[in-house]
């Protein structure tokens, strides 16, 4: 569907086309006037299996390769790329759907031989424990009838090797691939996407255009710093997670709502079991528990056992070593440097689940809190506590506080509760504890009563309408292509950037492995592309800037009167500075939430001077 209008920008759908063997359309001649030829091979109309290539006349990149947990196909499509083609593989950030394809694309021989992954030091660090742990279930499930081995332990040996960990850096890629031509050049930068540790959206630029891939995008985190402004471009592929909803509940209050719920649940003797991404949300809950737990008294604490399990242990080893710097929050820096704290992620009575009995844990008097992989109830510990759970208890809690993709158990259950069914009946792809993988792919089948679900939804690492918003207004592109999103996500955010963002002119939706160039633009406008970066614009709630009245502020008013409004600015700006100390304090705020008050603060303050409407 092509809806083009004179007034609205032209959104484009494509449907996700199944392309046979010879039929992969890659004869893609990127050069002058089309810098760069983006292919995606994943991750188009779903989340899961990111994937895209990028080819340059300097040339072919990747950036990203996960691996889809739901239904749909579990790898990106690779056909049509030769042996040895990819000169180097650029990674946004450590989640399974971004980063699992990498030891099949090495078992491939896709990569050139000194191809390196380029990426953030936290990103390499988790990407490792997430690679290794993957490599030790595809190992389990390949010995099953049926199934076959697709990348071994080699492949991952290698992958690991290849990783090029730095900061948020701008650099050339003549630094990191050889043989390149040396006079012209492709740049790559690095900027913090708040949507995990070492997360990054990337921007790549040639021959006078500028193509920005913003990875998953946060902002929401109490661990992480805000989104770093982007660099303005000509094309932005966007991410879509979660473009039908405007705003998010509190991220605040759902930390303070889980928190509560789980005491609650613990004192009734309820155990409660939170399945949970390994990798940044595991350790967004632990530190939930960190900050709060030593408020209880002796006598509820001990009542209580924390366990946290699967590769939420390494991931948040890797928390407690690499959240520092210019990868962690204003708030765990501080935590730190004034508490002396090094395990900000570990709260002191948690175990891990590989150091105790977890059947033990299920029975002996204390009530378990667990907090395991996988989010979506597809692999890991979650499923088979939770078949357990089935077995054991009259009551339990299942608390969902992450997305749901379609095909997962974990969305089963939540559509359970919006058909406000009595008791769900779910195959889980586990086990009881202790009797090891499914025989089959088919698990447990067991009976949840409905009520022992809940859902949190204000705990999203992705930003919601207004953050992707806000980000492909920053880059303020001519074209915008939404990826990592399902369909009808994509059309409410494609519609609402058409119209919102005024640069774009152009909105691609779908389009797997459809060749999509990018251009300088074509205005003769002065304000490039390449242009410096915007100043940060100030945006009220109803989305206008806020413009100074410059005949008030200027003309209308004589010198000293200046001088004492100067002063009143001053002290409020002094008092908005106190108070962010101590924000900065409060570990409940996120970084985007003490913006939010700062940005509040200072309109007041504008309204109160007459500076603004
Ligand atoms: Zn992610």
Not at 281 to 310: A, C, M, V
Not at 403 to 415: I, M
Request: net charge negative.
């Amino acid at each position: 569907m092509t809806g083009d209008t004179d007034d609205q920008v032209a959104y484009k759908t494509t449907t996700a086309t199944e392309y046979t063997e010879d039929d992969v359309p890659l004869a893609v001649d990127p050069g002058e006037g089309t810098p760069f030829i983006v292919i995606p091979r994943g991750g188009v109309q779903e989340v899961g299996r990111s994937c895209y290539q990028l080819e340059t006349k300097f040339g072919t990149y990747l950036v990203d390769a996960g691996l889809n947990q739901g239904d749909g196909g579990q790898f990106p499509d690779f056909r049509g790329i030769d042996e040895g083609q990819i000169d180097a593989v650029f990674l946004t950030h450590a989640h399974i759907d971004h980063v699992g394809a990498l030891p099949v694309i090495e078992s491939r021989n896709l990569l050139s031989p000194r191809a390196p992954i380029i990426t953030t030091r936290p990103t390499e660090a988790l990407a490792s424990t997430l690679l290794k742990d993957s490599l030790k279930i595809h190992k389990e499930k390949a010995e099953k009838p049926g199934r076959e081995q697709l990348y071994t332990d080699a492949d991952v040996r290698k992958v690991l090797d290849r990783f090029v960990p730095r900061g948020y850096i701008r650099s050339d890629i003549q630094d990191y691939v050889p043989n390149l031509p040396e006079q012209e050049t492709l740049t790559f930068e690095f900027g913090n996407a708040g949507h995990l540790l070492g997360s990054a959206w990337i921007a790549f630029e040639t021959m006078g255009s500028r193509v920005v891939f913003s990875g998953d995008l946060g902002g929401r985190s109490n661990h992480l710093p805000d989104i770093e402004d982007p660099p303005k471009a000509d094309s932005l592929f966007l991410e879509a997670t979660y473009g039908g909803t405007e705003n998010h509940d509190s991220a605040s209050e759902t930390r303070t709502e889980i928190y509560s719920d789980a005491i609650t649940a613990a004192r009734n003797q309820e155990p409660v079991l939170i399945p949970s991404f390994g990798v940044g949300r595991s350790q967004e809950l632990l530190y939930i528990f960190k900050n709060r737990l030593h408020q209880l008294d002796n006598d509820t604490r001990s009542q209580i056992q924390l366990i946290y399990d699967g590769m939420a242990v390494g991931a948040t080893n890797t928390y407690n070593q690499h959240a520092h710097g210019e990868f962690a929050s204003e708030s765990i820096r501080n935590l730190r440097v004034s508490n002396g704290e090094d395990q900000p992620f570990l709260p002191d009575q948690a175990d891990a689940g590989y150091h105790i009995d977890r059947q033990d844990a299920l029975d002996n008097e204390r009530t378990p809190i667990i907090i395991a992989p996988s989010g979506m109830l597809a692999g890991g510990w979650a499923p088979s506590y939770l078949v357990e759970f089935a077995d054991r208890y009259d009551h339990a809690n299942i608390f969902l506080c992450g997305f749901q993709a379609e095909g997962t158990p974990g969305r089963q259950l939540e559509d359970a509760i919006d058909a406000e069914a009595g008791t769900i009946e779910i195959t889980l792809p586990a086990l009881r504890l202790g009797e090891g993988v499914p025989d089959t792919d088919d698990g447990t089948t067991v009976e949840i009563p409905t009520e022992w679900i809940t859902r949190y939804s204000g705990l999203s690492a992705h930003g919601a309408r207004q953050t992707l918003r806000e980000f492909a207004r920053m880059v303020s592109p001519e074209e915008i292509t939404l990826v990592h999103g399902e369909p009808d996500q994509q059309r409410a955010l494609a519609a609402n950037l058409a119209d919102k963002v005024e640069t774009v002119t152009g909105i691609r939706v779908g389009g797997m492995m459809d060749a999509t160039p990018v251009r300088p633009r074509t205005d003769d406008d002065s304000d490039s592309a390449l242009t410096d970066r915007p100043a940060t614009k100030l945006l009220d709630e109803a989305e206008h800037e806020l413009t100074f009245d410059e005949t008030t502020a200027a003309t209308d008013m004589d010198h000293s009167d200046l001088v004492d409004r100067m002063d009143t600015l001053e002290m409020a700006l002094r008092t908005i500075d106190a108070e962010l100390g101590v924000a900065r304090h409060d570990d409940t705020f996120s970084e985007a939430e003490i913006r939010s008050i700062v940005r509040d603060e200072m309109r007041s303050l504008l309204r109160d001077e007459g500076l603004i409407d």
